[in-house]
Nanobody, 128 residues
Framework: QVQLVESGGGLVQVGGSLRLSCAAS????????MGWFRQAPGKEREYVAV????????GYADSVKGRFTISRDVAKNTLYLKMNSLKPEDTAVYYC?????????????????????WGQGTQVTVSS
């Protein structure tokens, strides 16, 4: 079965850094677009970043552009999110996901069911 397992979350101070990982299994990693979303209590899940399939590129939400970097290691079937200059508003549960169509990250991306697979999430807390 397909599994996406996030790790690397934790508690950091404002301005600090974290690197999240999403280990994928049960799917052909290189043929899926993969991304990161986050959700804070009382808020809707929001898009953070996407790694387009086939090495077509990356995309970022305006709120994280310039601070976060998404990447993938195909050999390790792992997606990463390097987060720098963290702010309190970055506090959330971070989820990775995967979809066969890169366009899903630009169309209907606020619909949870639009995406093929989701991980269970990892907590990131940024203290001020």
């Amino acid at each position: 079965q397909v599994q996406l397992v996030e790790s690397g979350g934790g508690l950091v101070q404002v301005g600090g850094s974290l690197r999240l990982s999403c280990a994928a299994s049960g799917l052909d990693f290189s043929t899926y677009a993969m991304g990161w979303f986050r959700q804070a209590p009382g808020k809707e899940r929001e898009y953070v970043a996407v790694s387009l399939k086939g090495g077509a590129g990356e995309g970022y939400a305006d709120s994280v552009k310039g601070r976060f970097t998404i990447s993938r290691d195909v050999a390790k079937n792992t997606l990463y999110l390097k987060m720098n200059s963290l702010k309190p508003e970055d506090t959330a549960v971070y989820y990775c996901n995967a979809d066969k169509s890169s366009s899903t990250y630009y169309i209907n991306r606020n619909n949870y069911d639009s995406f093929d697979y989701w991980g269970q999430g990892t907590q990131v807390t940024v203290s001020s």
